[in-house]
Every structure is written in structure tokens, then in C-alpha cells.
């Protein structure tokens, strides 16, 4: 059982920034990626990025130079530090992490989500 627990939403000014953390805990032999997703009212969630297990990034191209994402190895946290937020900004944050249990199975697991609201 893998569990995964989004901090840090809440509401900021356009320009502003949040520092959003998923805590990754249970049964986890390794934790190969973990993933950003963003899901806008009304529209369907989609990923803004991730870190693998090397510490590899990657970014959707409207969050690119603002937002930033880290890994905290020793108690699997992953951290999204988002800057110069816009309105457009908006809506309920997740976590997304793939991989293996301590019996060698496979897992993916989704955090409950965390809202974050940019005013204009």
C-alpha cells in the first residue's frame, strides 16, 4: 500500500508564489518518477511535470521557467515550487508516483489533490 498526501494549496495574487509538497509513504522498495498533474475547473487533468528517480525534470511548456520541481530522497518528498503564478494558474494539484513495492510489484498511486487559486 502506497500513499500519497498533497500540501501547501491555497489561494495567492497573480504573481505570487505557492511551494506545494506530496509526501510518498508505505511500502516502497523504489519510487521511480513522480508527477505534477493540474486539473482546471472544467477541463480534464493534465501533467505539468515530473522528477524520476534520477532526478531528471521535465515541464509543460506554460509552466517552464516558473515552476520548479525537487526531490527530497530521504523521505520521498517531492516538492513543485510554482512563481509568478497567473490566474490561468488555477486549480486542484496532484501527485501522481510510479513504482515498486517492497514485493517487487509495480505500483501507481494518486494523491487526494490540493487547490490552488490565483487572483487577478
Known amino acids: 500500500q502506497v500513499q500519497l498526501v498533497e500540501s501547501g494549496g491555497g489561494l495567492v495574487q497573480a504573481g505570487g508564489s505557492l511551494k506545494l509538497s506530496c509526501s510518498v509513504s508505505g511500502s516502497i522498495l523504489t519510487l521511480l518518477r513522480v508527477a505534477w498533474y493540474r486539473q482546471a475547473p472544467g477541463k480534464p487533468r493534465e501533467p505539468i511535470g515530473g522528477?524520476?528517480?534520477?532526478?531528471?525534470?521535465n515541464y509543460k511548456d506554460a509552466v517552464k521557467g516558473r515552476f520548479t520541481i525537487s526531490r527530497e530522497s530521504a523521505n520521498n518528498t517531492v516538492n513543485l515550487q510554482m512563481n509568478s503564478l497567473k490566474p490561468e494558474d488555477t486549480g486542484a494539484y496532484y501527485c501522481?508516483?510510479?513504482?515498486?513495492?517492497?514485493?517487487?510489484?509495480?505500483?501507481?498511486?494518486w494523491g487526494q489533490g490540493t487547490q490552488v487559486t490565483v487572483s487577478s
Open positions: 501522481k508516483a510510479d513504482g515498486r513495492t517492497m514485493s517487487r510489484d509495480p505500483f501507481t498511486s
Open positions: 522528477i524520476s528517480r534520477e532526478g531528471a525534470t
